[in-house]
């Protein structure tokens, strides 16, 4: 039924799995390596066409350049402003919601979660102009506290699918020996199933500041200027009017990817604890 692990097949197998492993992974490192030299390629090798070739010299200059003819340090801080409260205030309703959901037993309880659950199938596509009228209306367009409430809301069922499924695989009697000993409901969250859920708490907050700091869709259509934009849709501006300034934007975007990319490598011990804890229970 699960395929076998590439160890107990046939050594024939395991030469050509040795072989394509290192061949698919320089195919798929392929764009960003790209994008890595034209970062460093002077804009002379562009102007001469050099689009593929070894750099004629390695300008790390564009990098300053990017900081010194351009707002990226707004639009980076644009994106800390969205992604940071969006992951605080998704992770935290979704903690709430998963506990409702995993502990108590009621008539609705299936049906909220699948109406949680069910968000995550619509594509987000056709709520465009649905969703810009609505922070038009409620005058948050253009505004970053928009932008942070409409992916709160968007993410929270991700992250309550997440952290319900989480808080259901806990050993229901220890909050059943809480209830016995006379603890308060909020207190058996926040002193007994909260401590339990850091791991998945490490995960979901990776994986929820990857897709905010990431996207780009959204912060298109509910932002249009550079104090509210963030870091994935300022980079358009880094390209002028009649020149695309390649090398600048490959820069920009190196330095974009950085913050997703630290904080994985910072939180990758707890990321992957939350993934694993309970697959081989």
Same mark, same amino acid.
């Given at each position: 039924?699960?395929? !076998? ?125 649905? &969703? ?17 409430? +409409? ?12 952290? !319900?499924?989480?808080? !259901? ?21 926040? +002193? ?5 859920? !850091? ?8 994986? &929820? ?54 904080? +994985? ?17």
């Amino acid at each position: 039924m699960f395929p !076998r692990p590439v160890q107990d097949r046939s050594s024939a197998a395991r030469i050509g799995y040795q072989i394509a492993l290192p061949i698919v992974l320089f195919i798929w490192l392929l764009p960003l390596l790209g994008v890595a030299m034209t970062s460093l390629r002077p804009s002379s090798d562009l102007a001469a066409g050099n689009y593929f070739g070894w750099p004629s010299a390695i300008a790390f200059s564009n990098y300053a350049e990017v900081f010194q003819n351009s707002p990226i340090g707004q639009y980076i801080l644009n994106s800390f402003k969205v992604t940071i409260p969006t992951v605080i205030g998704a992770v935290a309703l979704s903690c709430m919601t998963g506990f409702a959901l995993g502990v108590y037993r009621f008539r609705s309880n299936l049906l909220i979660f699948f109406m949680f659950v069910a968000g995550n199938f619509v594509p987000f596509q056709i709520l465009m102009v649905p &969703v810009r009228d609505l922070t038009v209306s409620l005058g948050l367009y253009n505004k970053v506290s928009g932008l942070v409430l +409409f992916h709160v809301a968007f993410q929270s069922g991700f992250c309550t699918l997440f952290m !319900r499924n989480f808080i !259901r695989a806990l050993p229901r009697e220890l909050i059943e020996a809480a209830r016995v000993e006379g603890v308060a409901e909020w207190r058996i969250f926040w +002193f007994i199933v909260l401590p339990l859920m !850091r791991p998945a708490i490490a995960a979901l907050s990776v994986l &929820v500041f990857t897709f905010i700091w990431n996207d780009y869709f959204w912060a298109t259509v509910l932002t249009t200027s550079a104090t509210t934009q963030p870091v994935t849709a300022g980079l358009y501006s880094l390209n002028g009017q009649w020149i695309a300034s390649w090398h600048l934007v490959s820069a920009g975007s190196i330095v974009a990817a950085m913050p997703p990319v630290l904080m +994985f490598f910072a939180m990758q011990r707890h990321f992957i604890a939350g993934l694993t804890l309970g697959a081989v229970k």
